[in-house]
């Protein structure tokens, strides 16, 4: 934050620039780590910055599934909030959320608007319903993270390296590349897919596998891979 506090000022006092944006993702989707949009929002106002928000990983995850915005009681001081939905609501495309201003100037001059194709009727309507879904309970958000926490207990308890992750995102971080590919690959004969991360999508070095549960998994299918990471694990000296 402080580094970005130094970026921000120094491009306000440039006086080189008619609009500067602080862009961020909401959850990062390599670590599972939560970004710091207080402080982020705090820096915005300080040097009259726009802010815009990727929650592709926070949508139905955070906030109860309304996202890292509403996590945090920002949804007033956030100016664009965009993401997916194909993610946790289920179907295909995006989306970008602000004030009613913005999204009339988009609708005009955005090219990827004007110039796709839109979204069938049928997935506008899978789409609502799993945003219905999502506003009407918080059960399925609840059972992820239930799983989450599981899972991640178990890999730590396994001897697995699960990094910081502050969400059910949860990598296993093996670190040499080819071991982790390796790693990747006999995960998968043995009836688990989880696939393999390196550099240059990561940190050289820091090559994983990335975990993620679901609602939909069950208590036994998270022990059966579980096994499998044990077995797989120790086979490769790696546990």
């Known amino acids: 934050m402080a580094d970005l506090h130094e970026k921000a000022k120094e491009a306000k006092e440039s006086g080189q620039y008619n609009k500067i944006m602080i862009i961020t993702d909401g ?4 670590d599972g780590d939560i970004a710091k949009l207080p402080e982020i929002v705090e820096i915005a106002k300080e040097f009259d910055l726009i802010t815009y928000v990727d929650d592709a990983h926070g949508s139905g995850v955070l906030g109860k599934g309304a996202g890292t915005v509403k996590h945090f009681g920002l949804q007033k001081d956030i100016d664009f909030q965009m993401g997916t939905l194909s993610k946790a609501i289920g179907v295909v495309g995006g989306y970008v959320a602000g004030k009613q ?9 955005s090219r990827p608007f004007l110039f796709s194709t839109s979204l069938s009727p049928a997935d506008v309507t899978a789409c609502t319903k799993a945003i219905d879904l999502l506003m009407e309970s918080t059960e399925l958000h609840d059972r992820m993270w239930e799983n989450g926490d599981y899972l991640k207990k178990g890999l730590k308890e396994l001897g697995f390296d699960i990094g910081n992750s502050e969400t059910p995102i949860t990598p296993c971080i093996i670190g040499e590349e080819k ?3 390796e790693f990747s690959k006999r995960l998968f004969d043995e009836g688990v897919y989880a696939k393999s991360i390196v550099f240059p999508t990561v940190p050289k070095g820091t090559g994983r596998v990335r975990n993620m549960p679901t609602a939909a998994h069950t208590k036994d299918m998270l022990d059966e891979a579980l096994a499998i990471y044990k077995k797989v694990g120790k086979d490769m000296g790696l546990i």
Do not use: E, Y
């Not at 959850?27 to 390599?30: A, D, E, I, L, T």
């Not at 201003?101 to 005009?108: F, S, T």
């Open 27 to 30: 959850v990062f989707s390599m």
């Open 179 to 181: 071991a982790t590919q």
């Open 101 to 109: 201003n913005l999204i009339d100037w988009l609708k005009v001059r």
